[in-house]
């Protein structure tokens, strides 16, 4: 079993477990949110100790870069074997929220860049996956990004993520969401990268992810046929320094570079 | 049967309508957007038209407003009995988006006040139902809005609306957006709304609705114990002239209305 198929093998055992305390979060909204959020680093913390479980067991001598439990901190050689593990992105939403936009990110990166990678939408049932050079899948199917060449008619995701990062939100993107055709934002990186790849979406941007945000994501969509650069347009190592992210379809890439640019 | 009763009837199979034009479009996803387009406006038409049938049979001497097809202007006298119908709400999302963020609503109103109201949201199989003094419920269970007090931790949906609006957005909205604690952005009136009612979110904010976009959603937040004014705090008759709206779990209003004022 290569590393895609350890992906798809750990992601489909986790999903049924998140999916299993996203049914009892329902039993328990009428209880504080305080309990809530127990109940939320709990399945965060579980995931991830299942995950690097097995990725140490499977793959003894490689890296791993994940979002809790010490395990943040990239690693010392940024061109070894590394795995990335985000055990639930879209933390809020999986508390809060009509839809279950949240997802289970885990990727494998080589040199800086992500060579295979999957995302588990939980709540949807879904299963993304993307290798190198081997096309993008939702449950098996192909998919695509969108061919949608105007922004004026273009969605796109405008991540606001905490307070810390929203006055240079609205700086740098203040010009985008004026004349972009329709803003969303579900605060789920995994979530406004996926949709890129299946062409629901057209355009995502963010100030600041962390790279197990990311890695998956941004190769399900480069393996759709999109673009995933710095927001200068730059290209993403994934252990460089940058912070900034924007995803597209590529048609529109050189578009939304130039907007963005353009600040408020 | 009463005006409630009515409207849960036309709604449920309005839903099971919409559900099915919706599971098409997974059909037509492949295919140009063009055509998606030409399918909505389909499924528009036929969800009013079918609507208002239904009221001419029961109610032939009340009045109706609604979104398509030249019924979109308020009724002579304001204060009548008048049924308002947003046949898709979310239009966008239909098409494209990754969750059915899109409903179905139908309110009555007497003096300008909804008193009778329903929001379907077929993707989810979800009815929301409310009359005045008689709570608000979701597929027959009652729902209630947060008791969340702090703007800082609060989850506010801010509707983005088409391009038209956004420099106002901007301006009027930029200072919540700093500060609320997460946003989120379906552009669907319906959902924003909703979610208040259920706990979801804590506040939504709109420019420029239509009374016809709010008017049940408007009743289930009040029902749930929430409340909908204008953005200054105004109490809203749907026939006057405002145009802002600003939901929220009743707890945070008046915190939201001054964070409101200070625009951005």
């Known amino acids: 079993m290569g ?28 209880e504080t949110k305080r309990e809530a959020n127990d109940l939320l680093t709990e399945v ?26 010490g395990m943040s901190g990239p690693p010392t050689n940024r061109d070894a074997r590394t795995w990335l593990i985000d055990p639930i992105d879209g933390t809020q939403n999986f508390v809060r929220g009509l839809f279950p936009a949240f ?31 081997g096309g993008a899948f939702r449950n098996g199917e192909r998919i695509r990004v969108s061919e949608l ?16 990062d929203r006055e240079e939100i609205l700086e740098r993107f203040g010009r985008l969401m004026v004349e972009i055709g329709q803003v969303r934002c579900h605060c789920a990186a995994v979530i406004g990268l996926c949709s890129i790849a299946t062409g629901d979406m057209d355009a995502y941007v963010h100030v600041a992810l962390n790279a197990y945000d990311y890695a998956a994501a941004m190769l399900i969509v480069e393996e759709a046929g999109g673009k995933v650069t710095r927001l200068n347009g ?31």
Chains 1, 2 share one sequence.
């Open 3 to 30: 590393e895609l198929g350890f992906i798809r093998s750990v992601l489909d055992d986790m999903a049924i477990f998140v999916r299993s305390k996203y049914a009892m979060r329902d039993g328990l909204r009428i």
């Open 44 to 69: 965060d913390l579980a995931v991830q100790e299942e995950i690097v479980a097995r990725i140490r067991k499977a793959y003894p001598d490689d890296a791993i870069f994940a979002e809790e439990a």
């Open 103 to 133: 997802g289970i990110s885990l990727a494998f990166a080589v040199g800086g860049r992500p060579v295979a990678g999957g995302v588990a939408v939980p709540g949807k049932g879904e299963l993304y996956l993307a290798e190198q050079g």
């Open 149 to 164: 060449d105007a922004i004026g008619s273009a969605r796109a995701e405008v991540d606001f993520s905490g307070p810390w």
């Open 234 to 264: 730059d290209p993403i190592h994934l252990f460089d320094d940058g912070r900034g992210v924007l995803g597209s379809n590529s048609v529109l890439h050189a578009n939304l570079i130039e907007v963005i640019s353009r600040g408020r």
